[in-house]
Protein backbone atom coordinates (compact mmCIF):
# COMPACT_ATOMS: atom_id res chain seq x y z
CA UNK A 1 0.00 0.00 0.00
CA UNK A 2 1.06 3.39 -0.54
CA UNK A 3 0.02 6.76 0.15
CA UNK A 4 0.68 10.52 -0.46
CA UNK A 5 -0.90 13.52 1.57
CA UNK A 6 -2.45 16.90 0.20
CA UNK A 7 -3.34 19.69 2.65
CA UNK A 8 -4.96 17.05 4.92
CA UNK A 9 -6.29 14.64 2.55
CA UNK A 10 -4.73 11.29 2.75
CA UNK A 11 -4.65 9.00 -0.46
CA UNK A 12 -4.22 5.41 0.06
CA UNK A 13 -3.78 2.41 -2.80
CA UNK A 14 -3.83 -0.79 -2.79
CA UNK A 15 -3.66 -2.81 -5.75
CA UNK A 16 -4.71 -6.60 -7.52
CA UNK A 17 -3.45 -8.53 -10.37
CA UNK A 18 -6.95 -10.23 -11.48
CA UNK A 19 -5.96 -13.10 -13.35
CA UNK A 20 -9.29 -14.29 -14.35
CA UNK A 21 -10.65 -11.46 -16.11
CA UNK A 22 -6.41 -10.95 -17.80
CA UNK A 23 -5.43 -12.81 -21.25
CA UNK A 24 -1.53 -12.80 -21.14
CA UNK A 25 -1.88 -14.70 -24.82
CA UNK A 26 -3.61 -11.57 -26.34
CA UNK A 27 -1.51 -8.76 -23.90
CA UNK A 28 -4.66 -7.90 -22.24
CA UNK A 29 -3.61 -7.39 -18.04
CA UNK A 30 -6.69 -6.17 -15.69
CA UNK A 31 -5.62 -4.95 -12.54
CA UNK A 32 -7.98 -3.73 -9.57
CA UNK A 33 -6.95 -0.87 -6.90
CA UNK A 34 -8.72 0.09 -3.51
CA UNK A 35 -8.43 3.98 -2.86
CA UNK A 36 -9.05 4.90 0.65
CA UNK A 37 -9.62 8.67 1.11
CA UNK A 38 -9.10 9.97 4.70
CA UNK A 39 -9.54 13.94 5.28
CA UNK A 40 -6.98 14.80 7.92
CA UNK A 41 -8.06 18.55 7.55
CA UNK A 42 -10.31 21.09 9.63
CA UNK A 43 -11.85 21.75 6.60
CA UNK A 44 -14.87 19.77 4.29
CA UNK A 45 -13.68 18.56 1.51
CA UNK A 46 -15.15 17.24 -1.91
CA UNK A 47 -13.62 15.13 -4.43
CA UNK A 48 -14.77 17.11 -8.08
CA UNK A 49 -12.42 15.61 -10.54
CA UNK A 50 -9.99 12.95 -11.55
CA UNK A 51 -6.57 12.73 -13.34
CA UNK A 52 -5.08 9.73 -13.72
CA UNK A 53 -1.57 9.05 -15.87
CA UNK A 54 -1.47 5.42 -16.62
CA UNK A 55 1.89 3.92 -18.03
CA UNK A 56 2.91 0.28 -19.10
CA UNK A 57 5.93 -1.47 -19.12
CA UNK A 58 5.88 -1.36 -22.99
CA UNK A 59 6.60 2.54 -22.73
CA UNK A 60 2.70 3.35 -23.52
CA UNK A 61 1.26 6.54 -21.34
CA UNK A 62 -2.58 7.32 -21.33
CA UNK A 63 -4.37 9.71 -19.80
CA UNK A 64 -7.81 9.79 -18.15
CA UNK A 65 -9.61 12.69 -17.18
CA UNK A 66 -13.33 12.79 -15.67
CA UNK A 67 -15.92 14.00 -13.37
CA UNK A 68 -15.97 11.96 -9.65
CA UNK A 69 -15.10 8.65 -9.29
CA UNK A 70 -17.10 5.37 -9.88
CA UNK A 71 -20.09 7.57 -10.49
CA UNK A 72 -19.71 9.75 -7.25
CA UNK A 73 -18.20 13.24 -5.60
CA UNK A 74 -18.00 12.03 -2.51
CA UNK A 75 -18.22 14.81 0.18
CA UNK A 76 -15.63 14.29 3.24
CA UNK A 77 -15.70 16.00 6.70
CA UNK A 78 -12.77 17.21 8.77
CA UNK A 79 -11.79 13.48 9.76
CA UNK A 80 -14.08 11.26 7.38
CA UNK A 81 -13.01 8.82 4.64
CA UNK A 82 -13.98 7.72 1.36
CA UNK A 83 -13.34 4.26 -0.19
CA UNK A 84 -13.63 2.53 -3.33
CA UNK A 85 -12.48 -0.04 -5.75
CA UNK A 86 -12.02 0.66 -9.56
CA UNK A 87 -9.52 -1.08 -12.16
CA UNK A 88 -7.47 -0.36 -15.26
CA UNK A 89 -5.78 -2.50 -17.83
CA UNK A 90 -2.88 -2.96 -19.62
CA UNK A 91 -1.25 -4.68 -22.48
CA UNK A 92 1.55 -5.75 -20.34
CA UNK A 93 2.64 -7.15 -17.17
CA UNK A 94 3.45 -4.37 -15.33
CA UNK A 95 2.74 -1.20 -15.17
CA UNK A 96 2.26 2.24 -13.14
CA UNK A 97 -0.37 5.13 -11.99
CA UNK A 98 -0.69 7.89 -10.83
CA UNK A 99 -2.19 11.06 -10.93
CA UNK A 100 -4.45 14.01 -8.82
CA UNK A 101 -8.08 14.64 -7.61
CA UNK A 102 -9.21 17.86 -7.73
CA UNK A 103 -10.81 18.84 -4.80
CA UNK A 104 -12.79 21.70 -3.66
CA UNK A 105 -12.99 23.16 -0.07
CA UNK A 106 -16.43 24.14 1.46
CA UNK A 107 -15.23 27.68 0.96
CA UNK A 108 -14.84 27.56 -2.71
CA UNK A 109 -11.18 26.79 -2.88
CA UNK A 110 -10.21 23.95 -5.31
CA UNK A 111 -6.43 22.23 -4.99
CA UNK A 112 -5.19 19.35 -6.39
CA UNK A 113 -4.31 16.46 -4.14
CA UNK A 114 -1.49 14.03 -5.57
CA UNK A 115 -2.38 10.62 -6.10
CA UNK A 116 0.95 8.74 -5.57
CA UNK A 117 2.51 6.43 -7.64
CA UNK A 118 1.44 3.17 -7.78
CA UNK A 119 2.83 -0.57 -9.71
CA UNK A 120 0.50 -2.44 -11.60
CA UNK A 121 2.15 -6.16 -11.53
CA UNK A 122 1.50 -9.59 -12.30
CA UNK A 123 2.52 -11.45 -9.37
CA UNK A 124 6.45 -13.23 -9.71
CA UNK A 125 7.18 -10.35 -12.60
CA UNK A 126 9.20 -8.23 -9.76
CA UNK A 127 11.24 -10.36 -7.65
Not at 12 to 40: C, G, K, T, W
Not at 78 to 100: A, D, F, I, R, V
Request: glycine fraction near 10%; charged fraction near 20%; aromatic fraction near 8%.
Amino acid sequence: MVEATTRGVTVFVESFYIEEHSEPDEEHYVFAYRIRLHNRSEQTVQLISRHWIISDSNGETSEVKGEGVVGEQPILVPGGEHEYMSGSHLKSPMGTMHGTYQMQIKEGEMFDAEIPCFTLAVPGVIN
